[in-house]
């Protein structure tokens, strides 16, 4: 009996590792700057030139996304690489949402990276589209190379 109870241990406690190395290399993919591709809120597209002037710096779990110079939103993020999608949580320090959590899902391909989130507040997105009236933006970012 104590031997089948080490080894569920032992199993339970290998499997919460590998969780954990899985979402920090996931984190790792999210560090670095990017730019803004593209955005659509609400269903309705982000203008270029906010789009042109949008950067995303993320390091160490926390990421700052800024239009020009001036910083919009900074948070804390957490992520979940197991789920399908990927999902990620903010929780804002700094911007309009500060003290709020944004519930969301991503995905990363290569150099790439998509997000969808919904407002403060709302249920966490199950697709990557921003529908009229849904309150959610859905975001591409390039990385910028260095």
């Known amino acids: ?8 241990t032992i199993c339970l406690l290998c499997v919460t590792n590998s ?5 920090k290399k ?7 700057e990017w730019s803004m591709v593209s955005a659509v ?12 002037s949008a950067r995303r710096v ?11 110079d001036q910083v919009f939103m900074k948070a804390k993020i957490t992520i979940d690489p197991t789920k399908s999608p990927k999902t990620i949580d903010y929780d804002v320090t700094e ?3 500060t003290g ?7 995905k990363i391909d290569g150099d790439t990276v998509t997000f969808c989130f919904a407002a403060p507040g709302k249920d966490r997105p199950t697709k990557f589209e921003s529908k009229e009236g849904s309150e959610q933006i ?4 390039k990385r910028i190379k260095k």
């Open 58 to 68: 993320s390091k160490d779990g926390e990421a700052t996304v800024t239009f020009g």
């Open 41 to 52: 809120r609400a269903g309705e597209a982000v203008p270029d030139d906010l789009v042109k």
């Open 1 to 8: 009996m104590r031997t089948i109870l080490a080894s569920l």
């Open 95 to 97: 911007g309009q949402n």
């Open 19 to 23: 969780k954990g190395d899985e979402a």
């Open 100 to 106: 709020k959590k944004q519930y969301g899902i991503y």
């Open 138 to 141: 859905l975001s591409v970012w």
């Open 26 to 32: 996931e984190m790792e993919k999210l560090d670095g």
